[in-house]
């Protein structure tokens, strides 16, 4: 059973470009969660998705951030006209249900590089 | 609101010596608590959780951690470093089981 997938991996942008990062879950799992972890903190959620719905974005930025997880396909979190404060670590997470005894899974993340 | 304190960035412990991570949560409804271990350029992966059942939860790799609520505290032990424990931990708390709340990271550094 494969875990969870992201990729790319490393993602070097300039400014002002788009960032577009992928989030396979665990086959199974049907809700995504994505955080962000800047140089020397811990990880920040974003968002929570599940198929086709955005349930919780309450850590999300207001703008050039969005996310989503369709019907087929991987979740997507996208950042248009990136800046050097996007640079950081962003990890996915999923679980097979959403409960506080459930455990999330984290992928190996997408460490973005903004020049 | 829940969050949770790591006191210490770095420690460092020889190897065959007790590992003590501390973590303090805080949060207005009961909490379920968490460790994970990041290695170098790797994801976050589970070690322990407390979900309301037993205080004294074990872990992978000989790992254990004691919820004590008169403390507020979650602290990670494991009576025997090894150099493979080497790594950055994180303690995090939920109580939607939606967002998971990290501290700020702990890096065990084993001396040999």
């Known amino acids: 059973n494969a875990g969870v997938m992201q990729n790319p991996r490393h993602l070097v942008r300039r400014r002002g470009q788009e960032a577009r990062l992928r989030c396979s879950p665990m086959?199974?799992?049907?809700?995504v969660y994505w955080y962000r972890q800047l140089p020397e903190e811990g990880l920040k959620f974003m968002v929570y998705?599940?198929?086709?719905?955005?349930?919780?974005e309450s850590g999300m930025p207001k703008e050039r951030f969005s996310a989503e997880f369709p019907k087929e396909g991987p979740s997507i979190l996208r950042i248009q006209q990136v800046v050097r404060g996007d640079s950081a670590a962003y990890f996915c997470?999923?679980?097979?249900?959403?409960?506080?005894?459930?455990?999330?899974?984290f992928g190996p993340g997408t460490r973005l590089l903004v020049l | 609101a829940q969050s949770v304190t790591q006191l210490g960035s770095h420690v460092s412990v020889s190897e065959g010596a007790l590992v003590l991570l501390r973590c303090n949560y805080s949060?207005?409804?009961?909490?379920?608590l968490f460790w994970y271990v990041q290695y170098p350029n790797q994801g976050l992966q589970l070690l322990l959780k407390?979900?309301?059942?037993?205080?004294l939860v074990k872990g992978i790799n000989g790992f254990e951690a004691e919820f004590k609520k008169s403390e507020t505290s979650f602290h990670l032990t494991k009576p025997s470093a090894h150099m493979s424990d080497a790594a950055e931990y994180f303690c995090?708390?939920?109580?939607?089981?939606?967002?998971?709340?990290f501290g700020t990271g702990t890096s065990l550094t084993v001396i040999p």
């Open positions: 997470a999923s679980s097979p249900w959403q409960g506080l005894e459930e455990t999330q899974y």
């Open positions: 086959k199974g799992h049907s809700h």
């Open positions: 998705l599940q198929k086709e719905n955005i349930i919780d």
């Open positions: 949060s207005s409804v009961p909490p379920y």
């Open positions: 407390y979900t309301s059942a037993a205080t």
């Open positions: 995090a708390v939920t109580a939607t089981g939606n967002q998971f709340y």
